[in-house]
Protein backbone atom coordinates (compact mmCIF):
# COMPACT_ATOMS: atom_id res chain seq x y z
CA UNK A 1 0.00 0.00 0.00
CA UNK A 2 1.67 3.40 -1.08
CA UNK A 3 -0.14 5.86 1.30
CA UNK A 4 -2.36 5.40 4.99
CA UNK A 5 -3.99 8.68 4.11
CA UNK A 6 -7.15 9.24 1.84
CA UNK A 7 -7.01 8.48 -1.67
CA UNK A 8 -9.26 11.34 -3.18
CA UNK A 9 -11.51 10.02 -5.99
CA UNK A 10 -13.45 12.61 -7.61
CA UNK A 11 -16.97 11.71 -9.65
CA UNK A 12 -16.65 8.64 -7.28
CA UNK A 13 -21.01 8.01 -8.28
CA UNK A 14 -19.29 7.35 -11.64
CA UNK A 15 -19.29 3.87 -13.92
CA UNK A 16 -15.70 3.81 -13.68
CA UNK A 17 -14.73 5.69 -10.46
CA UNK A 18 -16.95 3.57 -8.25
CA UNK A 19 -14.79 0.47 -9.63
CA UNK A 20 -11.87 2.57 -8.45
CA UNK A 21 -13.11 2.81 -4.97
CA UNK A 22 -13.73 -0.63 -4.53
CA UNK A 23 -10.17 -1.56 -5.84
CA UNK A 24 -8.70 0.65 -3.38
CA UNK A 25 -10.66 -0.60 -0.94
CA UNK A 26 -9.93 -3.72 -1.36
CA UNK A 27 -6.29 -2.90 -1.41
CA UNK A 28 -6.33 -1.64 2.12
CA UNK A 29 -6.68 2.23 1.54
CA UNK A 30 -8.32 4.76 2.96
CA UNK A 31 -10.87 6.27 0.42
CA UNK A 32 -12.54 9.84 0.28
CA UNK A 33 -15.04 10.02 -2.51
CA UNK A 34 -16.36 13.67 -4.04
CA UNK A 35 -20.19 13.35 -5.36
CA UNK A 36 -22.63 15.85 -6.34
CA UNK A 37 -25.92 14.25 -3.65
CA UNK A 38 -26.14 13.80 -0.51
CA UNK A 39 -23.76 10.67 0.24
CA UNK A 40 -26.83 8.70 1.46
CA UNK A 41 -27.79 8.85 -2.16
CA UNK A 42 -25.05 5.78 -3.18
CA UNK A 43 -25.92 2.74 -1.08
CA UNK A 44 -24.21 1.08 -3.69
CA UNK A 45 -21.24 3.00 -2.65
CA UNK A 46 -21.33 2.71 0.77
CA UNK A 47 -22.05 -0.89 1.32
CA UNK A 48 -18.89 -2.03 -0.96
CA UNK A 49 -16.52 -4.09 1.44
CA UNK A 50 -14.08 -2.34 3.67
CA UNK A 51 -16.40 0.83 3.13
CA UNK A 52 -17.98 1.25 6.42
CA UNK A 53 -14.32 1.58 7.84
CA UNK A 54 -12.63 3.37 5.14
CA UNK A 55 -14.96 5.30 2.97
CA UNK A 56 -15.77 9.34 2.91
CA UNK A 57 -18.08 10.66 0.58
CA UNK A 58 -18.12 14.85 0.31
CA UNK A 59 -20.33 16.44 -1.33
CA UNK A 60 -18.49 18.68 -4.61
CA UNK A 61 -19.18 20.23 -7.94
CA UNK A 62 -17.01 20.88 -10.88
CA UNK A 63 -18.32 24.09 -11.64
CA UNK A 64 -18.05 25.26 -8.27
CA UNK A 65 -14.42 27.40 -7.63
CA UNK A 66 -13.00 25.82 -4.45
CA UNK A 67 -15.22 22.82 -4.45
CA UNK A 68 -12.83 20.33 -4.17
CA UNK A 69 -10.52 21.97 -1.41
CA UNK A 70 -11.75 20.20 1.50
CA UNK A 71 -11.96 16.61 -0.77
CA UNK A 72 -8.04 16.71 -1.25
CA UNK A 73 -7.15 17.94 2.14
CA UNK A 74 -4.36 15.83 3.59
CA UNK A 75 -4.94 13.10 0.54
CA UNK A 76 -1.36 12.21 -1.21
CA UNK A 77 -3.15 11.00 -4.61
CA UNK A 78 -6.09 12.11 -6.05
CA UNK A 79 -7.94 10.73 -8.61
CA UNK A 80 -9.75 12.79 -11.36
CA UNK A 81 -12.15 10.96 -12.67
CA UNK A 82 -15.42 13.28 -12.60
CA UNK A 83 -16.47 14.87 -16.50
CA UNK A 84 -19.37 14.44 -17.92
CA UNK A 85 -19.69 11.54 -20.37
CA UNK A 86 -22.50 12.55 -22.65
CA UNK A 87 -22.52 12.22 -26.83
CA UNK A 88 -26.16 13.84 -27.28
CA UNK A 89 -25.61 17.27 -25.24
CA UNK A 90 -27.90 20.69 -25.94
CA UNK A 91 -25.16 23.31 -25.12
CA UNK A 92 -21.10 21.33 -26.02
CA UNK A 93 -19.63 24.49 -24.23
CA UNK A 94 -21.77 24.08 -20.68
CA UNK A 95 -22.85 20.69 -20.93
CA UNK A 96 -18.99 19.18 -21.97
CA UNK A 97 -16.48 21.71 -22.06
CA UNK A 98 -17.09 23.65 -18.83
CA UNK A 99 -17.24 21.18 -16.24
CA UNK A 100 -14.33 18.89 -18.31
CA UNK A 101 -12.03 21.67 -18.80
CA UNK A 102 -12.89 24.06 -15.77
CA UNK A 103 -13.52 21.45 -13.52
CA UNK A 104 -10.31 19.68 -13.90
CA UNK A 105 -8.35 23.32 -13.34
CA UNK A 106 -10.72 23.56 -10.14
CA UNK A 107 -9.03 20.03 -8.76
CA UNK A 108 -5.68 21.15 -9.66
CA UNK A 109 -6.20 23.97 -7.79
CA UNK A 110 -7.21 22.52 -4.71
CA UNK A 111 -4.37 19.92 -5.05
CA UNK A 112 -2.12 22.87 -5.10
CA UNK A 113 -3.79 24.45 -2.23
CA UNK A 114 -3.39 21.29 0.14
CA UNK A 115 0.12 21.42 0.00
CA UNK A 116 -0.01 17.76 0.23
CA UNK A 117 -0.33 15.90 -3.09
CA UNK A 118 2.66 13.75 -4.52
CA UNK A 119 0.74 12.45 -7.69
CA UNK A 120 -2.92 13.24 -9.61
CA UNK A 121 -4.16 10.61 -11.68
CA UNK A 122 -6.12 11.96 -14.86
CA UNK A 123 -9.21 10.09 -16.47
CA UNK A 124 -8.74 11.37 -20.00
CA UNK A 125 -9.78 9.17 -22.90
CA UNK A 126 -8.93 7.91 -26.25
CA UNK A 127 -10.90 10.66 -27.75
CA UNK A 128 -8.25 12.75 -26.48
CA UNK A 129 -5.82 10.77 -28.76
CA UNK A 130 -8.18 10.84 -31.71
CA UNK A 131 -11.57 10.75 -32.89
CA UNK A 132 -10.85 9.37 -36.46
CA UNK A 133 -9.57 6.06 -37.07
CA UNK A 134 -6.96 6.20 -39.91
CA UNK A 135 -6.32 2.56 -41.32
CA UNK A 136 -3.21 3.73 -41.96
CA UNK A 137 -1.60 4.13 -38.82
CA UNK A 138 -1.05 2.68 -35.21
CA UNK A 139 -2.51 5.02 -32.84
CA UNK A 140 -0.41 5.25 -29.12
CA UNK A 141 0.32 7.97 -26.45
CA UNK A 142 2.34 10.34 -28.44
CA UNK A 143 -0.91 11.29 -30.83
CA UNK A 144 -3.33 13.97 -29.95
CA UNK A 145 -6.53 14.69 -31.15
CA UNK A 146 -6.31 17.74 -33.10
CA UNK A 147 -9.65 17.79 -35.14
CA UNK A 148 -12.72 18.07 -32.66
CA UNK A 149 -14.40 21.20 -32.08
CA UNK A 150 -17.57 22.19 -30.36
CA UNK A 151 -19.18 21.47 -33.44
CA UNK A 152 -17.26 18.45 -34.57
CA UNK A 153 -17.71 15.39 -31.88
CA UNK A 154 -17.69 17.76 -28.65
CA UNK A 155 -17.21 15.02 -26.04
CA UNK A 156 -13.94 14.36 -27.78
CA UNK A 157 -12.74 17.98 -27.74
CA UNK A 158 -13.68 18.21 -23.64
CA UNK A 159 -11.56 15.51 -23.23
CA UNK A 160 -8.77 16.79 -25.19
CA UNK A 161 -9.18 20.42 -23.87
CA UNK A 162 -9.51 18.90 -20.57
CA UNK A 163 -6.46 16.70 -20.80
CA UNK A 164 -4.23 19.76 -22.43
CA UNK A 165 -5.39 21.68 -19.38
CA UNK A 166 -3.97 19.75 -17.22
CA UNK A 167 -0.94 19.35 -18.52
CA UNK A 168 -0.75 22.67 -19.12
CA UNK A 169 -1.14 23.43 -15.72
CA UNK A 170 2.04 21.12 -14.81
CA UNK A 171 3.70 23.45 -17.48
CA UNK A 172 2.82 26.53 -16.16
CA UNK A 173 2.44 25.66 -12.35
CA UNK A 174 5.51 23.57 -11.67
CA UNK A 175 3.26 22.26 -8.88
CA UNK A 176 4.80 19.58 -6.42
CA UNK A 177 2.71 16.51 -7.49
CA UNK A 178 3.16 15.14 -11.01
CA UNK A 179 0.71 14.06 -13.25
CA UNK A 180 -0.37 10.61 -15.01
CA UNK A 181 -2.92 10.13 -17.68
CA UNK A 182 -4.74 7.08 -18.20
CA UNK A 183 -6.37 6.93 -21.74
CA UNK A 184 -9.43 4.15 -21.75
CA UNK A 185 -10.96 3.44 -25.49
CA UNK A 186 -14.76 1.71 -24.57
CA UNK A 187 -15.13 0.91 -21.32
CA UNK A 188 -17.46 -1.66 -20.62
CA UNK A 189 -18.21 -4.27 -18.35
CA UNK A 190 -20.52 -5.01 -14.57
CA UNK A 191 -21.72 -1.38 -12.99
CA UNK A 192 -21.64 -1.06 -9.17
CA UNK A 193 -24.68 1.41 -9.54
CA UNK A 194 -28.10 1.07 -11.05
CA UNK A 195 -27.42 3.60 -13.72
CA UNK A 196 -26.46 2.52 -17.51
CA UNK A 197 -23.08 3.94 -18.48
CA UNK A 198 -22.96 5.01 -22.24
CA UNK A 199 -20.36 2.82 -22.98
CA UNK A 200 -22.29 -0.20 -22.19
CA UNK A 201 -25.58 1.19 -23.57
CA UNK A 202 -24.05 0.78 -27.24
CA UNK A 203 -23.75 -2.98 -26.53
CA UNK A 204 -27.24 -2.87 -25.41
CA UNK A 205 -28.08 -0.96 -28.34
CA UNK A 206 -26.28 -3.86 -30.42
CA UNK A 207 -28.42 -6.06 -28.92
CA UNK A 208 -31.82 -4.52 -29.05
CA UNK A 209 -32.19 -4.20 -32.84
CA UNK A 210 -31.15 -0.39 -32.68
CA UNK A 211 -28.74 -0.95 -35.30
CA UNK A 212 -30.21 -1.76 -38.51
CA UNK A 213 -26.86 -3.45 -40.16
CA UNK A 214 -23.49 -4.37 -38.93
CA UNK A 215 -21.57 -1.44 -40.02
CA UNK A 216 -18.35 -1.20 -40.76
CA UNK A 217 -17.15 -0.26 -37.46
CA UNK A 218 -14.09 -1.28 -34.60
CA UNK A 219 -14.01 -0.16 -31.43
CA UNK A 220 -11.16 -0.92 -28.36
CA UNK A 221 -12.76 -2.56 -25.66
CA UNK A 222 -11.58 -2.36 -21.98
CA UNK A 223 -13.09 -4.19 -19.13
CA UNK A 224 -13.86 -1.50 -16.11
CA UNK A 225 -11.59 -3.75 -13.57
CA UNK A 226 -8.94 -3.32 -15.65
CA UNK A 227 -9.38 0.59 -15.69
CA UNK A 228 -9.61 0.36 -12.31
CA UNK A 229 -6.66 -1.45 -11.41
CA UNK A 230 -4.76 0.84 -14.04
CA UNK A 231 -5.70 4.02 -11.54
CA UNK A 232 -4.51 2.22 -8.76
CA UNK A 233 -1.14 0.92 -10.65
CA UNK A 234 -0.44 4.39 -11.55
CA UNK A 235 -0.01 5.70 -7.84
CA UNK A 236 1.68 2.32 -6.78
CA UNK A 237 4.44 2.56 -9.56
CA UNK A 238 6.89 5.09 -8.56
CA UNK A 239 8.48 5.31 -12.43
CA UNK A 240 4.69 5.61 -13.59
CA UNK A 241 4.62 8.79 -16.03
CA UNK A 242 2.71 10.46 -18.70
CA UNK A 243 0.33 9.00 -20.61
CA UNK A 244 -0.91 5.60 -20.86
CA UNK A 245 -3.47 4.02 -23.74
CA UNK A 246 -5.51 1.52 -21.48
CA UNK A 247 -7.38 -0.92 -23.98
CA UNK A 248 -7.83 -4.23 -24.90
CA UNK A 249 -8.24 -5.26 -27.90
CA UNK A 250 -10.01 -4.28 -31.15
CA UNK A 251 -13.11 -5.90 -32.20
CA UNK A 252 -15.06 -4.99 -35.42
CA UNK A 253 -18.58 -4.53 -35.17
CA UNK A 254 -18.73 -8.37 -37.44
CA UNK A 255 -16.57 -9.70 -34.47
CA UNK A 256 -18.70 -8.76 -31.59
CA UNK A 257 -22.13 -9.87 -33.12
CA UNK A 258 -20.18 -13.07 -33.62
CA UNK A 259 -19.25 -12.94 -29.80
CA UNK A 260 -22.11 -12.17 -28.67
CA UNK A 261 -23.89 -14.93 -30.70
CA UNK A 262 -21.13 -17.64 -29.90
CA UNK A 263 -21.75 -16.86 -26.36
CA UNK A 264 -25.24 -17.95 -26.43
CA UNK A 265 -27.25 -14.35 -27.06
CA UNK A 266 -28.38 -15.29 -30.33
CA UNK A 267 -32.03 -14.59 -28.76
CA UNK A 268 -31.24 -11.12 -29.08
CA UNK A 269 -32.19 -8.55 -31.89
CA UNK A 270 -28.68 -8.91 -32.82
CA UNK A 271 -28.39 -6.92 -36.09
CA UNK A 272 -28.03 -9.30 -39.24
CA UNK A 273 -27.94 -7.28 -42.36
CA UNK A 274 -24.22 -7.01 -43.85
CA UNK A 275 -23.70 -3.69 -44.22
CA UNK A 276 -19.67 -3.56 -44.06
CA UNK A 277 -19.02 -3.44 -48.00
CA UNK A 278 -18.53 0.55 -49.83
CA UNK A 279 -22.03 0.54 -50.58
CA UNK A 280 -22.98 0.03 -46.72
CA UNK A 281 -20.67 2.07 -45.45
CA UNK A 282 -22.03 5.11 -48.00
CA UNK A 283 -25.71 4.53 -46.87
CA UNK A 284 -24.69 4.36 -43.45
CA UNK A 285 -23.22 7.87 -43.88
CA UNK A 286 -26.72 9.11 -45.65
CA UNK A 287 -28.74 7.22 -42.77
CA UNK A 288 -26.06 9.71 -40.01
CA UNK A 289 -27.79 12.76 -41.24
CA UNK A 290 -31.30 11.51 -39.72
CA UNK A 291 -29.76 10.99 -36.36
CA UNK A 292 -29.06 13.22 -33.23
CA UNK A 293 -26.04 15.52 -34.42
CA UNK A 294 -23.32 14.38 -32.25
CA UNK A 295 -24.33 10.69 -32.80
CA UNK A 296 -24.43 11.18 -36.60
CA UNK A 297 -21.64 12.94 -36.76
CA UNK A 298 -19.74 10.49 -34.47
CA UNK A 299 -20.87 7.24 -37.25
CA UNK A 300 -19.46 10.07 -39.95
CA UNK A 301 -16.32 10.23 -38.68
CA UNK A 302 -15.29 6.38 -37.82
CA UNK A 303 -17.27 4.41 -40.24
CA UNK A 304 -15.61 2.74 -42.61
CA UNK A 305 -12.25 3.52 -41.01
CA UNK A 306 -10.27 0.38 -39.13
CA UNK A 307 -8.72 1.68 -35.54
CA UNK A 308 -5.65 0.37 -34.67
CA UNK A 309 -3.26 0.97 -31.61
CA UNK A 310 -0.33 -0.20 -29.16
CA UNK A 311 -1.22 -0.69 -25.71
CA UNK A 312 2.59 -1.62 -24.76
CA UNK A 313 3.71 0.80 -22.49
CA UNK A 314 0.60 -0.09 -19.72
CA UNK A 315 1.66 -2.87 -20.30
CA UNK A 316 5.08 -2.92 -20.53
CA UNK A 317 5.23 0.40 -17.59
CA UNK A 318 2.40 -0.71 -15.47
CA UNK A 319 2.74 -4.26 -15.45
CA UNK A 320 -1.15 -4.86 -16.59
CA UNK A 321 -2.74 -7.22 -18.61
CA UNK A 322 -6.28 -6.89 -19.81
CA UNK A 323 -9.17 -9.31 -19.42
CA UNK A 324 -9.58 -10.75 -22.72
CA UNK A 325 -12.92 -8.70 -24.34
CA UNK A 326 -15.38 -11.81 -25.01
CA UNK A 327 -15.14 -12.49 -21.07
CA UNK A 328 -15.87 -8.80 -20.13
CA UNK A 329 -18.64 -8.60 -22.71
CA UNK A 330 -20.53 -11.49 -21.56
CA UNK A 331 -20.31 -10.24 -17.86
CA UNK A 332 -21.63 -6.73 -19.08
CA UNK A 333 -24.81 -8.92 -20.55
CA UNK A 334 -25.51 -10.21 -17.58
CA UNK A 335 -25.18 -7.25 -15.49
CA UNK A 336 -27.47 -4.94 -17.83
CA UNK A 337 -29.78 -8.10 -17.41
CA UNK A 338 -29.04 -8.01 -13.60
CA UNK A 339 -29.82 -4.25 -13.66
CA UNK A 340 -33.47 -4.25 -15.80
CA UNK A 341 -31.24 -2.48 -18.45
CA UNK A 342 -32.06 -5.24 -20.94
CA UNK A 343 -34.39 -7.81 -20.87
CA UNK A 344 -33.84 -11.46 -20.26
CA UNK A 345 -33.58 -13.24 -23.10
CA UNK A 346 -36.17 -14.90 -24.23
CA UNK A 347 -36.24 -18.99 -23.95
P1 LIG B 1 -20.07 8.31 -15.63
O1 LIG B 1 -20.54 7.04 -15.03
O2 LIG B 1 -21.08 9.13 -16.36
O3 LIG B 1 -19.34 9.16 -14.54
C1 LIG B 1 -19.11 10.52 -14.67
C2 LIG B 1 -18.91 11.10 -13.30
O4 LIG B 1 -18.65 12.50 -13.41
C3 LIG B 1 -20.14 10.96 -12.40
O5 LIG B 1 -19.71 10.67 -11.10
C4 LIG B 1 -20.76 12.35 -12.45
O6 LIG B 1 -21.52 12.68 -11.30
C5 LIG B 1 -19.49 13.19 -12.50
N1 LIG B 1 -19.82 14.53 -12.96
C6 LIG B 1 -20.32 14.94 -14.15
N2 LIG B 1 -20.50 16.27 -14.15
C7 LIG B 1 -20.11 16.71 -12.94
C8 LIG B 1 -20.05 17.99 -12.31
N3 LIG B 1 -20.47 19.10 -12.92
N4 LIG B 1 -19.56 18.06 -11.05
C9 LIG B 1 -19.16 16.96 -10.38
N5 LIG B 1 -19.20 15.73 -10.91
C10 LIG B 1 -19.66 15.62 -12.17
O7 LIG B 1 -18.94 8.01 -16.71
P2 LIG B 1 -17.66 7.09 -16.66
O8 LIG B 1 -17.70 6.25 -17.86
O9 LIG B 1 -17.45 6.45 -15.35
O10 LIG B 1 -16.55 8.19 -16.92
C11 LIG B 1 -15.62 8.58 -15.94
C12 LIG B 1 -14.46 9.25 -16.64
O11 LIG B 1 -13.89 8.33 -17.57
C13 LIG B 1 -14.85 10.47 -17.46
O12 LIG B 1 -13.82 11.41 -17.33
C14 LIG B 1 -14.93 9.94 -18.89
O13 LIG B 1 -14.68 10.93 -19.82
C15 LIG B 1 -13.79 8.92 -18.85
N6 LIG B 1 -13.85 7.86 -19.86
C16 LIG B 1 -14.92 7.01 -19.93
C17 LIG B 1 -14.92 6.00 -20.89
C18 LIG B 1 -16.05 5.01 -21.00
O14 LIG B 1 -16.09 4.27 -22.00
N7 LIG B 1 -16.94 4.90 -20.04
C19 LIG B 1 -13.85 5.88 -21.78
C20 LIG B 1 -12.78 6.77 -21.68
C21 LIG B 1 -12.80 7.75 -20.70
P3 LIG B 1 -23.09 12.33 -11.21
O15 LIG B 1 -23.16 10.87 -10.86
O16 LIG B 1 -23.58 13.21 -10.13
O17 LIG B 1 -23.69 12.65 -12.55
Redesign the pocket.
Known amino acids: MKTNKPVCV?????????HIVRELLERGYRVRG????NPESYPFLLALPGAAERLELVQ?????AG?YDLAVEGCDYVM???????INVKNPQTDLVD??VN?TETVLESCIKSGNVKRVIF?????AITDEPDSNKVFTEKDWNTMSSLDRNP?HF??TA?ELAAWDFIMKRRPAFDLVA???????GPSL?P?L????EIIRDIMTGVYPGIMDMNWGF?D?RD?AKAHVLAIETDTASGRYL?SAEAVHMRELVALLKSAGFEGYALPKINLTGKAGTMLMKALSFTQPKNIGMYIRTTIGRTMRYDNAKIRRELGISFKPVKESMIDTVHDMIKWGHLPPQKK
Open positions: TGASGFIAATVRKADLLASHTASPYEPAGTSSIAYSKAINPFMVIGSNTSNVVVC
